[in-house]
């Protein structure tokens, strides 16, 4: 199969957040491939990365920064796939930064921000977009989306007893 989501982030300190995306994608049986590459400390890499995913069979990419956290408008700069940006948390200005960065992007090279930290959800994205063509796993989304309410009346229920 071919990987379709290509998981970046400009730490290895940021794989304990991003992991997430990776795992949820694990739970659609989505391939990917992950690695890190920083938007300040590797700039070749950020357009060697992004110009070369599409080549790679990749559709979506969900990358993950912090701080003045630019990879993701880097990556979206240097290609025409998607990119969700995952602000993570940072310590001084508890992520913040990390959101405003990702998420106030010049007209015309869009991200899809997600909340700080929010992993999960730009894996979750990622797959709704790769659902556009692909009925089984629109499927599958609405099985999931099942069991989270579910989840939730289950809780809900216990609550009021
Ligand atoms: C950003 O700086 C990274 O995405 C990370 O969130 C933050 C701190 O990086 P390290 O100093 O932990 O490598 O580029």
Known sequence: ?????????????????????????????????????????????????????????????VAGAGGAAHLPGMTASHTSLPVIGVPIKTSKLNGVDSLYSIVQMPGGVPVAT?????????????????????????????KYKAELAQSVKKTARELEN
């Not at 982030?9 to 920083?38: H, N, Q, R, W």
């Not at 894996?123 to 989304?141: C, S, T, V, Y």
């Open 1 to 61: 199969m071919k990987t379709k989501v290509g998981i970046i982030m400009g730490s290895d300190s940021d794989l304990p957040v991003m992991k997430d995306a990776a795992k949820i994608l694990e739970k659609f049986d989505i391939s990917y491939e992950i690695t890190v590459v920083s938007a300040h400390r590797t700039p070749d890499r950020v357009s060697e990365y992004a110009e070369s995913a599409e080549e790679r069979g990749i559709d979506v990419i």
């Open 114 to 142: 997600v909340g700080i930290n929010g992993a999960k959800n730009a894996g979750l994205l990622a797959i709704q977009m790769l659902g556009i063509n692909n009925q089984k796993l629109r499927d599958k989304f609405m």
